[in-house]
């Protein structure tokens, strides 16, 4: 914490005066926008970037000897406002919906991050899902993780939302074959609903208990 009060005493900022050049060289504050003002329009970044996300990515060294990367639109909000901790959101201030935009920004919650995804339409849906896209990709029949690894799957009693242990199963498919008790007095010895009951006697729950 020494090292950034330093650069906060001698900068302004939590980063080196350097970090600071090499990363606002690759930002252009001479364009169009066409969701602010001209006397407010954006700063795009034009450095490397995300391919999956299409956010900016900035590489740097501070306070260690390991270079690592992070969204360079959070460098552009800590470098001129302060460090944040790992649950605060760096976020695109409305109507600004430019994923490269480094001035239209301000410091949100997981809620905000949340809308701020629904304006950007960062979260597809419709016709742009990616199964709607690539309905090959989707594990079905044989190739889905209930066929290739039943074992993962935990069923009877290891279930989570079980009612009835595999003794009390068995005991309550043995009752029903007497054939002297009717689906709905067992419901009710046993402290499950009837159809619940009917499903386990019929073979369409529990078939391997």
Known sequence: MNTIFNLLITTGSVYAEKTQQRFWSKVNKQVSCLCHQI?????????????????????????????????????????????????????HTPPCVTKLCMRHLYAGTRQDNTKDAILMERFASGDRHGLRLHPEAAARGIHNGNSTHPESRPRGEQHLSTKLSDNAVAMLRAEWATGTRRVCDLATQFGIHVTYASRILHGHARQGD
């Open 39 to 91: 006397d407010d329009a954006c700063w795009l970044w034009e450095g490397n970037t995300n391919k999956q996300t299409g956010y900016g990515q900035f590489g740097l060294r501070e306070y260690s000897n390991k270079w690592h990367s992070m969204g360079a639109h959070r460098f552009a909000y800590q470098s001129t406002h302060e460090l944040l901790s790992s649950d605060v959101f760096v976020l």
